[in-house]
């Protein structure tokens, strides 16, 4: 079965700090996405890499930044949190880079900003 | 733009049928998606349609109707272990994968 891992499964952090989500997957998959899930909105999408080094804005970007360094690895940054970024951040890769592919999703990170 | 809707809340009972409707208005139209979500867990793929018409898996079948922009999840013998949110998921134009809010379906005995 793939494997998405998502390196905590909660986070307590203090506005301001910057704030690394780390997500590795293992299957060797091309496309890796964040999303964040809040109660009444849905799944939106933060940002989304087809390839190492490359990456492309999603829906709400703004806030945050990504870094994929290797393949397997897929990480979000907040580069100084803010109470409106409390949130379930949710990592997920698909096989290629068609969109008719399914998403394998990570358990998630509840990240709460005080 | 893109717009989903799906109801909030479902309740059924175990062991009835329940049906789950999505409605979308998209720019462009490529396939929908269901998935499956259980409270403080990671969504997991049921299906995927891009043609008109049901698709059956076990318990579960998805329809589409594309002139309609219309779908619906169709659950049989419900069990307790289906108490989930159920999430649609449209690629519209642009490639882009749009979810709707998620339907939170609670089964009861």
């Known amino acids: 079965d793939v494997k998405v891992t998502q390196s905590s499964r909660y986070l307590v952090k203090r506005t301001g700090e910057k704030v690394f989500l780390e997500c590795v997957q293992d299957m060797d998959h091309e496309n890796m996405f964040w999303y964040r899930q809040d109660p009444g909105l849905g799944l939106r999408l933060i940002y989304f890499?087809?390839?190492?080094?490359?990456?492309e804005k999603g829906d709400i970007p703004e806030g945050y930044s990504v870094s994929r360094e290797k393949k397997e690895r897929f990480s979000l940054i907040l580069e100084s949190a803010s109470t409106n970024q409390t949130s379930m951040y949710l990592c997920a890769s698909t096989v290629g880079t068609t969109t008719n592919e399914k998403l394998f999703f990570g358990s998630g990170t509840q990240l709460s900003v005080l | 733009g893109q717009n989903i809707d799906q109801p909030t809340e479902m309740t059924a009972t175990e062991g009835a049928i329940v049906q789950i409707n999505c409605t979308y208005q998209t720019s462009g139209f490529n396939g929908l998606f269901w998935y499956q979500q259980h409270a403080g867990e990671a969504p997991t793929f049921l299906s995927y349609n891009v043609l008109d018409g049901l698709e059956e898996k076990g318990r579960f079948s998805s329809f589409l109707s594309r002139s309609k922009g219309y779908s619906y999840l169709l659950l049989k013998e419900l069990q307790m272990k289906d108490s989930a949110s159920y999430l649609c998921?449209?690629?519209?134009?642009?490639?882009?994968?749009?979810f709707g809010t998620g339907t939170q379906l609670k089964v009861e005995l």
């Open positions: 890499s087809y390839d190492v080094k490359m990456k």
């Open positions: 998921a449209v690629t519209g134009g642009g490639n882009k994968l749009t």
